[in-house]
């Protein structure tokens, strides 16, 4: 079974500062990948998603994440944060073949505030 | 377009009882997945169903069941609740074909945040 790891599980920024969060998966096969997003009082959103093809992927919000299959990474970036990007972070994978329904597997989430 | 939909908001239940939870689906999708979210951590998958049907499940007991009606929309029944079923329980529907739905993207709605004492 897959597992995804984020690293972070509280980051505090200001403004305009730069924002990568870690998230490694754990499974030897092909994978989809996606980031969502929970903004406070808001339900789950979905940032952006990696299927296949060019390993950076761009989201919505100036959001972006880079697959890297070697390290079995997929990290979110973003240039400049604003406090309206204060919000809970999710990384999740699913496995990509073999047909069926794992359902998508979360990490236990990263919790950024951007302070003004 | 509707989004994904689920009542009760919140739910207040004493151990032993039964609850049943209700997800709308987004208009167009066919599949339905059910997490659990405990605090501080990430959404657990439960089940999916396709058509009716059951067809995933994650590491979940037998006393956490479901249903699919014919217009998509979803049910979560959980039996014997136990103090460790507190937590927000959360709906996603997407468009999948044969159950193959990984391809897909999920839409969350807001969730059931249910309390058991």
């Known amino acids: ?116 | 377009e509707t989004g994904v939909t689920q009542s009760p908001t919140h739910l207040i239940k004493t151990r032993g009882q039964q609850v049943t939870l209700r997800c709308s689906s987004q208009s167009g999708h066919n599949t339905v997945s059910w997490y659990q979210q405990a605090l501080g951590q990430g959404p657990q998958f439960i089940f999916q169903y396709y058509r009716e049907e059951e067809n995933g499940r994650g590491n979940f007991p037998p006393r956490f069941s479901g249903l699919q009606f014919p217009n998509y929309s979803s049910e979560l029944n959980v039996n014997a609740l136990e103090l460790d079923d507190s937590a927000l329980y959360l709906c996603a529907s997407s468009s999948g074909t044969s159950g193959a739905f990984y391809s897909y993207e999920q839409y969350f709605g807001p969730g059931t945040r249910l309390t058991v004492t």
């Open chain 1, 1 to 116: 079974a897959q597992s995804v790891s984020q690293h972070n599980h509280h980051v505090i920024l200001s403004e305009a500062a730069s924002l990568e969060l870690g998230c490694n998966y754990s499974y030897g096969g092909t994978v989809n990948l996606f980031w969502y997003v929970q903004y406070p009082g808001q339900h789950l959103q979905l940032l952006l998603k990696y299927f296949s093809g060019d390993p950076l992927v761009k989201g919505i919000k100036g959001f972006e994440a880079e697959f890297i299959k070697s390290k079995f990474s997929f990290n979110l970036r973003k240039p400049s944060v604003q406090w309206s990007d204060t919000a809970e972070y999710f990384c999740a994978v699913i496995r990509g073949s073999g047909g069926g329904a794992d359902g998508l597997t979360f990490g236990k989430g990263t919790h950024l505030i951007i302070q003004p």
